[in-house]
């Protein structure tokens, strides 16, 4: 199983929908999580930091679930701009193997259509 | 506010070439990566640093050399360019280990042919 998963999609959604991203991650000493956003071809850029009490930036809300051992990303009110590739980063408490001790998801790609 | 600065943009290599990729911030962090990252693809960790002097492997160092000699540089050095390094590098850097984000350079697109 890998550390850190994440449903590929595509998500194809109207302009305006409610979308919802999960990521999974294996590892309970996992310490900090945070969302970025991919455009094509250009650098991941930080989203939003989870945090255990939930937080929301504006149309978005990510939430921490530490039991199960999941992230959430609700989006809401869906723009055309919000097309894009988004990925779960988790960093575990200590380094451990060759990733270092940042996992990145492989990303779940958003398309909003007209 | 410069941030996290990669140079060059754009590179094309014939097999066998050697380059450095730059890599410079201003933000005082002590940790600093190097990924690769091929089309439609995750982002693979090539050499991370934690501090000036320290370097470590990532996942994928095969064909990659780097040093730290400054708390802002983090140059990646390829010797003996092949077409499998074909590939789109971004270096990042952070603040502490475990509480903070990555914040990326906006990428270096190589191709070797």
């Known amino acids: 199983r890998k550390e850190v998963e994440q449903d590929p999609g595509p998500f194809n959604v109207p302009e305006g929908a409610t979308v919802a991203f999960n990521c999974t991650y294996s590892n309970s000493a996992s310490q900090s999580f945070f969302w970025y956003r991919q455009d094509c071809r250009k650098e991941p850029k930080l989203l939003m930091s989870v945090y255990s009490s939930g937080n929301e930036d504006g149309r978005f809300t990510a939430q921490l679930n530490r039991a199960s051992q999941y992230i959430s990303l609700l989006i809401r009110d869906s723009k055309l701009s919000d097309s894009a590739t988004y990925l779960c980063?988790?960093?575990?408490?200590?380094?451990?193997?060759?990733?270092?001790?940042?996992?990145f998801g492989k990303g779940t790609k958003l398309s909003v259509k007209p | 506010n410069a941030g996290v600065t990669q140079t060059p943009k754009f590179r094309i290599l014939k097999i066998g070439q050697s380059m450095t990729l730059q890599c410079t911030q201003d933000m005082n962090h002590n940790y600093m990566y190097w990924y690769r990252q091929d089309p439609g693809m995750g982002l693979k960790l090539i050499y991370y640093s934690v501090g000036a002097g320290i370097t470590d492997k990532g996942e994928v160092p095969n064909g990659y050399n780097v040093s730290r000699s400054t708390t802002e540089d983090f140059p990646l050095r390829l010797e003996l360019a092949a077409p499998s390094q074909t590939s789109v590098y971004f270096c990042?850097?952070?603040?502490?280990?475990?509480?903070?984000?990555?914040?990326f350079g906006n990428g270096t697109r190589l191709t070797v042919t």
């Open positions: 980063v988790v960093i575990r408490s200590r380094y451990g193997g060759s990733q270092g001790n940042l996992i």
């Open positions: 990042a850097s952070s603040a502490d280990r475990t509480n903070s984000p990555l914040h």
